[in-house]
Every structure is written in C-alpha cells, then in structure tokens.
Nanobody
Framework: QVLLVESGGGLVQAGGSLRLSCAASGRAASSHFMGWFRQAPGKDREFVARIRETGSNTYYADFVKGRFTISRDNAKNLVYLQMNSLKPEDTAVYYC???????????????WGQGTQVTVSS
C-alpha cells in the first residue's frame, strides 16, 4: 500500500506559478513511477506528467510541455509539479498517483492521493 497526500494548490492569476507537492509513504514508495493527473469539472481525468522511480526520465502531456516540470526527491519521498505560465484552462483538481509501470492513463495507477484544487483566474 502506498499513501499519497498532495499539497500546494490554490488560487493564482493567469501567468503565475504554483508548485504542487506529493508526499508518499508506505511500501517502497520511492520505487514507484509517479504521475500527476488533473480533472476539471465535467471532464475526464487526464494525464499531466510522470517520472520514473529514479527521476532519470520524465514524460509530459503536450499541453504542459515547456510550462510544467515534474521532479522527485526520493530521500524525502516527495514528488513535485512546478507549474509556470498558468492559464485559466489549467484550473482543475490535481492528483498525484503511483504505479509499478509507466502509464499515461488513470487505470494504470493503483494508488491515488485525495487531490488539491488549482484555480487560475483570468
């Protein structure tokens, strides 16, 4: 079992930045692929970014490339999502998730946090 707790969400103006954090605990938390997803009201949950267990490889959705950066600190069991140049369409609940294999679909992640709200005003 892996427990995930997100933090760092909030209200920001368009063009601003936020850094989300995900604290992982439990069985071999640092040995999992970690991903960030988001879900806006009335929409499906969508993939944002993922990072492998060593932090040596990352992968992003096209709509966040060049704006968002995923990273991890395995010594602290933390995963981050640095979000820059935020747009109103980035408004969503952001979720941290963990998995054993690389995936870009929600069904590929067995472990999820509770989510943190990000609201970007225009």
């Amino acid at each position: 079992q892996v427990l995930l707790v997100e933090s760092g969400g909030g209200l920001v103006q368009a063009g601003g930045s936020l850094r989300l954090s995900c604290a992982a605990s439990g069985r071999a938390a640092s040995s999992h692929f970690m991903g960030w997803f988001r879900q806006a009201p009335g929409k499906d949950r969508e993939f944002v970014a993922r990072i492998r267990e060593t932090g040596s490889n990352t992968y992003y959705a096209d709509f966040v490339k060049g704006r968002f950066t995923i990273s991890r600190d395995n010594a602290k069991n933390l995963v981050y999502l640095q979000m820059n140049s935020l747009k109103p369409e980035d408004t969503a609940v952001y979720y941290c998730a963990a998995t054993y294999f690389p995936s870009t679909v929600p069904g590929g992640y067995p472990y999820w946090g509770q989510g943190t709200q990000v609201t970007v005003s225009s």
